[in-house]
């Protein structure tokens, strides 16, 4: 069960992860300068570019992936899924998010829509974990 809790929050940080990846570039750059701006961070970022607008982006869809991760996972649980399935599709889940984000990063988009398919497939796998 440690592990499944462990996924989900490695859910939880990514999107964190990929906005601190987004504002790197801007911190210790002051603002007039065009640094990293606390005051107004959205409308920065969406003035960014290249990988800090990809990392913005990736952490927008680490977001919306988040609920039904999370709902599939308590829903999986809750019908008594075993615990050893419910772990094994979790960790290929979080595995397959940080792959996603690589390619968001790398900018590899026909790569990343296939990795985010194969995602969704392990999520609704998740989700009828208790079914089969």
């Avoid at 999370?70 to 829903?75: K, R």
């Avoid at 008594?80 to 979080?94: F, G, I, K, S």
């Avoid at 026909?110 to 990795?115: C, K, Q, Y």
């Amino acid at each position: 069960m440690t592990t499944i809790l462990l996924c989900v929050l490695a859910a939880a940080l990514m999107p964190i992860a990929c906005a601190g990846i987004a504002k790197r570039h801007g911190f210790g750059v002051r603002r007039r300068d065009g640094g990293y701006d606390n005051h107004a961070p959205r409308e920065w970022l969406a003035r960014q570019t290249g990988l800090p607008a990809r990392a913005n982006a990736a952490q927008a869809n680490c977001f919306e992936a988040l609920p039904f991760f999370v709902g599939a996972v308590a829903i999986a649980l809750a019908l008594e899924a075993p615990a050893a399935r419910v772990e094994a599709l979790a960790l290929a889940w979080v595995a397959l998010r940080i792959a996603y984000v690589g390619c968001y990063l790398a900018d590899r988009a026909l790569a990343r829509s296939v990795v985010w398919l194969a995602a969704m497939g392990v999520n609704a796998a998740i989700l009828f974990a208790a079914s089969w």
